[in-house]
């Protein structure tokens, strides 16, 4: 048996006992009448916390990845013009989906730590099937402002991930005019990886490409078995288990309230960011644009010929704290310090920023210790 | 909370304990060396079970679907042929996911509940890109002959659907020439559902689409992640805690010893389909090409207007045992009863043919009532 870990990298967070608990449940068939009610009860959960009315919301069965792969695959073909915020490596991976499907890809690009400008995106181009961009950039910590886009679409289907920001910070995906979205359960929701919530407005299901190149990740086949009522068809075979611990943990999130759970998350941020920037770091990405639940900094002068990598690792070796390291063109640059879910708890950040002055050689000041 | 089943259905069967109380394992990061750990034993375990040295093998982050659609988008482009042997449900729907990545898709078909004759898959065209079929037909009940295929394949890469079969019956992917086999979780590994364990061989490696329409299922990419080494580099997040109920439900099998949960999976096939005998049933398939671990039999003549589906109800109602319906030309004419994994128990077998029975107005014939 391996060991226990304070998950304080970009994801997976650390699941709710009550999501952990939830896992152990007897197993239905997917077709039972007692699980169908689990999976309608965990859409209606899911529609309160992307805050929409849209009837097809459901988990996907793929990991957030699938989830933009669903969006791109069932609302993208050939030529079809997409516009994508890109100023991180989720932003790219847009860019990567659609073009693997043949899609005229309009980037339209910030520097990696900087947030987009919402106005160039809604202005690069006179008439996109879609604008897709990324909520919180999970590679840089940086929040894209989503309802100015939103405001201004048009008559594009807009696409936005949250992944890293469902539960954690403010999504509201029909006041922001959102057509579909797609999240991550490992992230502020506090349940293990595997499963990608989506949500999918009535335009877009209007506008569903017909025969997707994706067969496992076909929309309109989904809906058949999801949100089929009486009518409903088999598609694949659902992930039980993970559904169990999806329900679980939107029962947590939605018992303390998504307002609560947006100040906890945004407490902890804030102790975690000011305890950085008291030790000495710098932050990435700029004030106003931070993100309390996934937090970038910069790679300090280190003590000693250590490398960043030891700092992670003694870390992990010492105190059992998992901390992210950068990726693209950060990789080595900066560390990625997560307080999602379960994790997001003030004794979480105030251990990380003890241990992190400890191997930093630092005193700490301010703080607790 | 919901009841508890016995899952006779065609899957998910029941897990094992093992798998339940593994399922609550602490979360550990993808990129954790401890899981890394974890991930190469279960890719080692696997490699065990699946019978072969193929050094791409593990689980994909998706249900047996993800695993077809994983086959078809890595080794098939626009206008390759793809031969593929259809008997059944899951004949069709790799018919379909082939069609919808371009492919010529030349069909070899048998009655639904009949084998494929393998001479005329292997002879339906002179220089296939690809050969697919299935090996247990999940929707029918019949066991295709996969070596004589393998045998005889050619040049062309062998793709193999081994989702009810892994664990159930004898899968031999190296001797059986099988470039690629898919399988999934729930089905005879007694796992819940929600991964699809693969295993690539190297020509299949080297044949692979440069640049699939699909990039969550990019074997490519993935494999950089699941056996990158030191070299190892992101793709998705793995599903972390489904993993750990892999790991462990792969542990329960090889520690019983792949050769005793066949004949465990075959003595409760028998049991159970001489029991049906005995009570008047008619079994699907002709006597050897029957699958122990998945029996279809015809709905027989109902008493007092009862419908087959007011049997199953009240199986799962009076019992909580689920079995399935018939899909597609069989629907409401055949029962699917699964005996799978940590269900594959004579008590359960006994306990049905009783229920049966006396659901039917049958006075048991044989067996211990």
């Not at 009610?37 to 459901?58: K, M, Y």
């Not at 999504?171 to 579909?180: F, Q, T, Y």
């Not at 990625?336 to 630092?362: D, F, K, P, Y």
Request: hydrophobic share 40%; net charge negative; aromatic share 4%.
């Amino acid at each position: 048996m391996h060991g226990e870990r304070i998950l304080m990298g970009p994801g997976p967070s650390n699941p709710y006992p009550e999501v952990v608990a939830a896992l152990t449940r007897p197993v239905l068939g997917h077709l039972d009448p007692e699980f169908l009610a689990v999976l309608e009860h965990t859409s209606s959960q899911l529609r309160t916390a992307f805050r929409t009315d849209n009837q097809l919301t459901f988990p996907l069965s793929g990991t957030g990845s699938a989830g933009m792969e669903a969006a791109m695959t069932n609302l993208v073909g050939p030529g079809d013009v997409v516009v994508v915020g890109v100023n991180g490596l989720f932003g790219e991976r847009l860019c990567e989906m659609a073009g693997r499907l043949g899609a005229e890809v309009v980037r339209v690009e910030a520097p990696w730590g900087e947030p987009l400008d919402p106005q160039a995106v809604v202005s690069a181009h006179p008439s996109p099937t879609v604008i897709a961009l990324v909520h919180a950039e999970t590679s840089t910590g940086v929040r894209n402002d989503v309802a100015e886009v939103g405001a201004a679409k048009g008559d594009a289907l807009f696409v936005v991930d949250t992944v890293t920001s469902l539960g954690g910070i403010e999504v509201a995906v029909d006041d922001w005019h959102v057509d579909l979205s797609y999240s991550g359960t490992q992230k502020c929701l506090g349940v293990p990886p595997g499963l990608s919530p989506i949500t999918v407005s009535p335009l877009a299901r209007e506008r569903l490409v017909r025969r997707p190149t994706s067969w496992y990740l076909d929309l309109g086949l989904i809906s058949a078995y999801v949100s089929g009522g009486s009518g409903r068809t088999y598609h694949h075979t659902a992930p039980i288990s993970m559904i169990y611990a999806l329900e679980a943990g939107l029962g947590v999130l939605l018992e303390e309230g998504l307002e609560a759970s947006w100040a906890r998350h945004r407490a902890c941020g804030e102790l975690l960011q000011d305890g950085l920037e008291a030790l000495g770091l710098r932050l990435v990405p700029p004030a106003g644009h931070r993100l309390p639940q996934l937090t970038t900094v910069w790679v300090p002068e280190l003590p000693r010929g250590m490398t960043e990598a030891d700092v992670r690792a003694q870390l992990l070796s010492d105190y059992g704290i998992e901390i992210g390291a950068g990726v693209g063109p950060m990789a080595g640059r900066v560390w990625r310090i997560g307080c999602m879910g379960h994790t997001a708890r003030r004794r979480n950040v105030e251990l990380l920023l003890s241990a992190l002055a400890s191997i930093l050689g630092h005193r700490r000041l301010g703080g607790s210790s």
